[in-house]
């Protein structure tokens, strides 16, 4: 029996003393429960404290809103035709209605480069097939050879259609021109001549820079057709021409070329550079702009357009020209600028060009005198219509009208009533008492707390109260406003909405004194009634929530000594069950032995 665990209950004495001990040890914890039990109503109401304070919070966030005089100057505006202009408006703006008449729409400026002496010709001298009388063909071969020549776009070979009709009966002769990018200008004169058939009728000028086919006597000219797969055409600038007409290049073959380098354009003024041999740089309204002979024409004119320049720069490929066009309506110059060796502006024709001018925005008010805007926006500095911005889109007349915009403070009022429903509907929750069929009463956490129920008693006065000599001498209380309180509830319902309809429409000064006057306004009022209970470090409700919390930490120190008693007399108790196991395994063993040396059996 040496090794006889004696805490096994029962194990000598057949007595499960353990349980015993269990059963007691539950009964001494009795008292604990009382204690949780408190502990937990003092959670509840906690809680329930924390509820009310964030929902005078809530009233006082509300209340606040209310108490913003920015509230009550908001204004809606309209315009009677939204084509010919919008308005948009601040808040305390002018209010009223205004007959605005627009004359003239403002339009931007305009830079346009020069289109003569910047590109040079497509060939340097005048190209005929034949010259002399009779017509002798010329036996030079004169260029440039197509494929070098300074087109605006990209010569492709393959053929094209020449047709030529006979103007009395109409008969049409086509005939097909093979183009090879390897020709001549001279080469190519010669097979239109042959296509025409007469010859000396394909000319150059290159005093022009144009291309001529002369009409042979009695036929006119058909140019192109939907099979041609060269686009010679439309680099020599050629269209079939009138009946009774040559055809003659629309505009001048030589071009700048947008996807080409700066230092491989066209140019009759060579392009020279500042910063580096390579680079270069010129200001527009101000701004730099960097190039370099390895930029695109494309590439500069997008540097540009993406720059604070206030410029959209585009390339008029029919007049061959840099347009600078303002970004912004309004009659304004465009400044150009370059300095040192740095040409591009000359090169390129922009400081040789002209300005086209834009124009103002003309206006009247009320019919009153014309006035100007430099942009089609017209400020209130402009207009003397405070707070108003108007922005005209086309010339005609329109009436801009300006109200109050009440539904802002119908919202903030409609808020606070409903915040304040949320309090009292939460009080009387918390402290209400109801007694079932069974006659069980059931009360809420604070039933019995006066300080609470006085609360809502407090706030229905509050609201309730019609101020005399108050900031507003027509609205002295919700009351005026449509709002009331019964005998049943301490709740604010809407009994008479027109009361709320008629004060907007007609006083919003007088609702604007009553809720945002300092200290006498009903927001003022309501911040001094709930700031003092909701102040998070010495606000009532805090300070309230702070000592149930400190008295449950000391039922905590309570249970703690309560369950180390307990725990003391539970051990003792397991003591003397364990000796008495113990004297029990002893004498159990005693008489085993005596029955043994008797012989007795068991």
């Known amino acids: 029996m040496a090794g006889l665990d004696m805490s096994i209950s029962g194990l000598a004495s057949g007595f499960d003393w353990k349980s015993v001990v269990d059963q007691l040890t539950s009964v001494e914890r009795t008292p604990q429960t009382k204690v949780r039990t408190e502990q937990a109503t003092l959670a509840s109401r906690r809680t329930a404290l924390g509820q009310i304070a964030t929902q005078l919070t809530d009233l006082q966030t509300k209340a606040t809103a209310l108490g913003d005089s920015n509230l009550y100057s908001r204004r809606s505006v309209t315009s009677s035709d939204t084509s010919v202009a919008s308005v948009s408006a601040t808040e305390g703006a002018v209010t009223g209605s205004y007959s605005v008449t627009v004359t003239t729409l403002a339009t931007p400026a305009s830079w346009l480069g020069a289109t003569s002496g910047i590109i040079s010709p497509l060939h340097t001298a005048d190209v005929n097939t034949y010259s002399g009388t009779p017509p002798v063909a010329v036996n030079t071969d004169t260029g440039p050879v197509l494929s070098a020549a300074g087109w605006g776009s990209t ?96 505009s001048k073959l030589g071009s700048l070329r947008l996807s080409s380098s700066l230092s491989s354009q066209p140019l009759m003024t060579p392009l020279t550079y500042g910063t580096t041999e390579t680079t270069g740089a010129f200001s527009v309204n101000g701004v730099s702009i960097d190039y370099s002979s390895s930029s695109t024409l494309a590439t500069v004119l997008n540097s540009i357009n993406d720059s604070a320049a206030g410029v959209q720069a585009s390339f008029d490929s029919g007049l061959n020209r840099i347009v600078l066009k303002n970004k912004e309506p309004g009659n304004r110059g465009v400044v150009l600028d370059q300095s040192g060796s740095s040409n591009f502006l000359t090169a390129f024709g922009l400081t040789g060009g002209t300005l086209s001018s834009g124009t103002d925005l003309v206006y009247s008010v009320n019919g009153g005198a014309t006035s100007k805007s430099r942009s089609n926006s017209i400020s209130a500095a402009d207009s003397g219509l405070t707070g108003l911005t108007i922005t005209a889109s086309k010339v005609g007349t329109t009436t801009i009208n300006s109200t109050n915009d009440t539904s802002a403070a119908r919202s903030a009022i409609d808020a606070l009533v409903n915040s304040v429903n949320r309090v009292q509907s939460l009080i009387s929750s918390l402290t209400v008492s109801n007694r079932d069929a069974a006659g069980k009463i059931t009360s809420g956490v604070l039933a019995y707390d006066q300080t609470i129920f006085q609360l809502g008693s407090s706030l229905r006065g509050l609201l309730s109260f019609q101020l005399s000599g108050g900031p507003s001498t027509t609205i002295r209380g919700l009351a005026d406003l449509g709002y009331s309180t019964t005998g049943y509830t301490n709740e604010l319902s809407a009994t008479n909405s027109a009361s709320l309809n008629t004060a907007l429409s007609s006083q919003l000064s007088e609702v604007q004194k009553f809720f945002s ?54 051990e003792r108790l397991l003591a003397g069950f364990r000796a008495m196991e113990a004297a029990q395994a002893k004498s159990n063993s005693q008489m085993q032995f005596l029955n043994q040396k008797l012989g007795i059996s068991s």
């Open 155 to 250: 010569l492709t070979a393959g053929t094209l259609t020449i047709g030529v009709q006979d103007s009395s009966t109409g008969a049409v002769t086509n005939s097909t021109v093979t183009v090879a990018t390897s020709d001549t200008l001279k080469d190519l004169l010669v097979k239109l001549d042959t296509a025409i058939g007469t010859t000396g009728s394909a000319t150059y000028s290159s005093t022009n820079d144009q291309v001529t086919i002369a009409r042979p006597d009695g036929k006119n000219l058909i140019l192109g057709a939907t099979s041609d797969t060269s686009n010679l055409l439309s680099c020599l600038k050629l269209f079939t021409p009138a009946s009774g007409s040559s055809a003659v290049s629309d």
């Open 517 to 570: 006057t300092t200290t006498t306004g009903l927001s003022a009022r309501i911040t001094t009634f709930v700031k003092p209970m909701v102040e998070e470090i010495s606000g009532t409700l805090p300070q309230r929530q702070k000592g149930l919390t400190e008295q449950s930490a000391r039922l905590d120190d309570q249970l703690v000594a309560m369950e180390r008693r307990v725990q003391a007399n539970r």
